[in-house]
């Protein structure tokens, strides 16, 4: 009890310490508007009109999203401190230390795996992959949600190891809150039934002769044993809640938020579904060239697919022969593949090909690979614990500091908009966003440069066109500002900015025909 203590302790003290550095940022142009510094609804704090609104369709239209639970935390911060930022910020991070400790309870108290699970809950916290979750206000859903998510293990584990209406209906309670802060749960029955056949051995059928014991000293637990369909049975409750909330999700992004099939074609979704598994894998064991946003990859030879296909295939051939020896494999590549069904783009919602914040939860099955299987091996060899020791003390400073830089580019919008840039290539929407955060502060010869490349990749963008129009008008190229304004209403003659356009598209024309007029030229 002392051990499991002290390392919780520890847990939230590194978390702390690392992330500390968030309480002196500011609020970002990306999203914080909308949930929190220009809603109206959250502006008010705890209320009964916003808490009515939180739970109403209403609310979809804000987001694309109805995550009540995630409004309410919002409407709570500005309740305690009003728009001050490092409120809303360090309320991410003790979200997220509280979420690595729950974690390594979990998997304590299903594995007896003392030192595995606390190594698994350390990566959690600590790996740059998650400073996006943490750092962002707007991504308070991400952590909130899987507060509820690690809480439901906890509670599952309780119920697994005595069967009983009290820890089933308090997990039955912590996913639907869970699935009201993000419906990133959804995968969360399917990764129960994973844990049923390891660590839990709930299964009679994963319990084999040749199953490998847990690599820590402590014995694994005991938990009763059923059939598949008994622990299918009672996962039904889970999945018809799971059902629900896909179609409240469905319905809420289908109102303008899902991307349709002639914008990003079913082929085109699943090139970058591949592309996305790749990448996340890439990102999880070298985190570099991590940004807030991922342009779509240019589809043209199939050989990255396949090269994908082989790479999915070259690990899980080798995890399911291993199966029987070594479940966690298996269980942890599952948690993997699975967790990222619901973001990998087959239903595609926004404009980026793949995300940081999507690894929030998906990371721990590939932590959990890596660490038993580290433990496997080292027990193994001569002197394997101080190897494992050492290695896990490197392992921890190095993903520390990693992500104690990868904050520091989160400290306001320009920061974090130029470092994308610097890391990607082809970024309309990061061009265009730092263009108008410039623009929005009064910089229009720094803001130009960036429309003027959002739009050499991307000549169809109507925002891009209709500020190059202002800033050429202010500038006194009548023509240019006229040219740029005619497009911006051609592409998008319903924008919000459509009335402006036409008003500043008839006074260039106004003072060019004036001008031509006084120069004795014809008026174009």
């Given at each position: 009890m002392r051990s499991k203590l002290a390392i919780v302790l520890t847990l939230l003290a590194a978390t702390l310490l690392v992330y500390w550095q968030c309480g002196s940022h500011e609020f970002i142009i990306l999203d914080d508007h909308s949930y929190v510094t220009l809603n109206p609804e959250i502006q008010g704090g705890l209320n009964w009109p916003g808490i009515r609104w939180a739970f109403s369709a209403a609310s979809m239209e804000a987001t694309g999203n109805w995550h009540p639970v995630t409004w309410l935390s919002h409407m709570a911060d500005i309740q305690l401190f009003a728009l001050n930022p490092a409120g809303h910020h360090l309320t991410n991070v003790c979200l997220h230390a509280a979420n690595a400790a729950l974690l390594f309870l979990a998997l304590s108290a299903m594995s007896g795996a003392l030192w595995c699970s606390a190594a698994v809950a350390a990566i959690f916290a600590l790996h740059p992959l998650?400073?996006?979750?943490?750092?962002?206000?707007?991504?308070?859903?991400?952590?909130?949600?899987?507060?509820?998510?690690?809480?439901?293990?906890?509670?599952?584990?309780?119920?697994?190891?005595?069967?009983?209406?009290?820890?089933?209906?308090?997990?039955?309670?912590?996913?639907?809150?869970?699935?009201?802060?993000?419906?990133?749960?959804?995968?969360?029955?399917?990764?129960?039934?994973?844990?049923?056949?390891?660590?839990?051995r709930r299964s009679a059928a994963a319990l084999s002769a040749g199953a490998a014991p847990a690599p820590d000293p402590a014995a694994s637990p005991a938990f009763p044993r059923r059939g598949f369909g008994a622990l299918l049975l009672e996962k039904l409750p889970f999945l018809g809640i799971t059902a629900l909330f896909c179609a409240i999700a469905l319905y809420s992004q289908g109102k303008g938020h899902m991307a349709n099939l002639a914008e990003y074609p079913l082929a085109f979704r699943l090139y970058n579904g591949l592309l996305g598994y790749r990448g996340y894998l890439s990102k999880a064991f070298w985190p570099t060239d991590l940004a807030v946003f991922y342009p779509f990859p240019v589809l043209g030879s199939l050989r990255p697919a396949l090269g994908c296909i082989l790479l999915l295939l070259g690990i899980s051939v080798p995890v399911l022969f291993n199966r029987r020896r070594r479940p966690y494999l298996l269980v942890g590549w599952l948690w993997f593949l699975v967790t990222l069904v619901p973001v990998i783009g087959i239903v595609q919602v926004g404009g980026q090909s793949m995300a940081d914040r999507y690894m929030y939860v998906p990371l721990v099955g590939l932590s959990i690979m890596v660490v038993w299987g580290f433990a496997e091996l080292a027990a193994r060899l001569p002197g394997g614990r101080a190897i494992a020791a050492a290695a896990a003390v490197a392992l921890l400073a190095s993903l520390s500091l990693a992500t104690w830089r990868q904050l520091g580019y989160w400290q306001n919008s320009r920061a974090l908009l130029e470092h994308t840039l610097q890391v990607t290539s082809g970024n309309a929407f990061i061009e265009n966003l730092l263009g108008t955060e410039l623009f929005e502060q009064g910089r229009y010869p720094e803001a130009l440069p960036h429309f003027q490349a959002a739009l050499r990749i991307n000549p169809r963008n109507e925002l891009a066109h209709y500020r190059v129009g202002i800033i050429s008008m202010m500038r006194g190229d009548l023509e240019g500002a006229a040219d740029h304004l005619s497009l911006a209403l051609y592409l998008n003659p319903a924008s919000e900015r459509s009335g402006n356009a036409r008003a500043m598209l008839e006074r260039c024309r106004t003072l060019l025909q004036k001008n031509a007029a006084q120069s004795g030229a014809k008026a174009p």
């Open positions: 998650h400073v996006e979750s943490v750092a962002w206000v707007s991504e308070r859903k991400d952590v909130l949600s899987t507060f509820f998510w690690m809480l439901t293990m906890l509670c599952y584990a309780s119920y697994a190891r005595r069967p009983r209406p009290a820890p089933y209906l308090a997990a039955l309670a912590a996913f639907c809150l869970g699935l009201m802060a993000k419906p990133m749960l959804v995968t969360l029955p399917l990764v129960l039934l994973c844990l049923d056949v390891w660590p839990l």
